[in-house]
């Protein structure tokens, strides 16, 4: 984030960088976990012997004031909105006019993330035709939540939740995802998103060609002849076939048709008729 502004002694903000939660003195006994650090930076003026930074709340109440020699700042804030202003002493040590007020948002800090911050078996579960998909990541400071954003191949939201924890776990079901994390710190600020590196593949599993059931009866036409028939139920013919327990290698898309007349009929779209 940049701040462009510029006092009478042509002090001027080139950058204010801010890396995460924000501590002021008033609040000196705050967790360490809750204060992000935060750097400023301006450019140098040469007629400046002292540096003063003062920083506000939005209601105008001036939270810290800071002095130094040097043209570049680094302390810890909470995350928040705020408001700052600037001003250099010469020799003499005599300030000259504040800058304009300026509007800045101190961020919590991003997860930090690796390639073993998600662990998954990539493979569904024949039974669930889902797999637990498990993702954990440290701590961020300024961080109160965490928000989950899971991707398909479509770049279609499948998942978008807000934890209180390091770790969140979900079912997926089989395909390409992708992932992001955000920090959230008070006021629902957000950091900037984090992707996990690389991109979760689900497979399916196909399982084993199923054995249909028919019933072998005498022909008619040909008593020494037996011909295989679809078992009735109530005088309907049906189809039917034993449970496969076995699981194929082999990776596809679950799906099975039988030829019946001139068409390949989906056995879930099957009629008897």
Request: proline share 5%; glycine share 6%; aromatic share 10%.
């Amino acid at each position: 984030m940049k701040l462009l502004r510029r006092s009478s002694f042509f002090c001027t903000f080139i950058g204010l960088f801010l890396i995460g939660h924000v501590g002021f003195a008033e609040e000196l006994a705050a967790k360490e976990s809750e204060k992000v650090p935060v750097e400023l930076e301006w450019e140098k003026v040469l007629e400046a012997k002292l540096y003063e930074l003062e920083f506000q709340n939005f209601n105008g109440k001036t939270l810290n004031v800071f002095k130094s020699p040097n043209h570049i700042f680094k302390f810890r804030f909470k995350v928040g909105k705020y408001k700052v202003r600037s001003r250099v002493a010469d020799a003499r040590k005599v300030y000259g006019d504040w800058s304009v007020l300026t509007e800045f948002t101190v961020q919590p800090k991003p997860v930090h993330v690796t390639e073993k911050s998600i662990n998954t078996k990539g493979v569904i579960d024949p039974k669930t035709l889902t797999t637990e998909v498990a993702i954990q990541w440290g701590e961020a400071a300024g961080a109160l939540h965490f928000r989950v954003k899971v991707f398909n191949a479509n770049s279609e939201v499948v998942r978008d939740e807000i934890v209180n924890s390091h770790s969140y776990k979900t079912q997926l079901g089989a395909g390409e995802y992708t992932t992001i994390l955000i920090s959230i710190g008070a006021d629902g600020i957000e950091s900037d998103p984090v992707p996990l590196p690389g991109k979760v593949v689900i497979e399916t599993v196909q399982l084993a060609k199923p054995v249909i059931i028919f019933d072998e009866v005498v022909d008619a036409k040909n008593p020494k002849v037996k011909i295989k028939r679809l078992p009735l139920s109530k005088g309907i013919p049906t189809l039917r076939w034993k449970e496969a327990s076995l699981v194929i290698d082999t990776v596809g898309t679950l799906e099975y048709r039988y030829f019946f007349g001139e068409e390949w009929i989906p056995v879930d779209a099957f009629s008897s008729k």
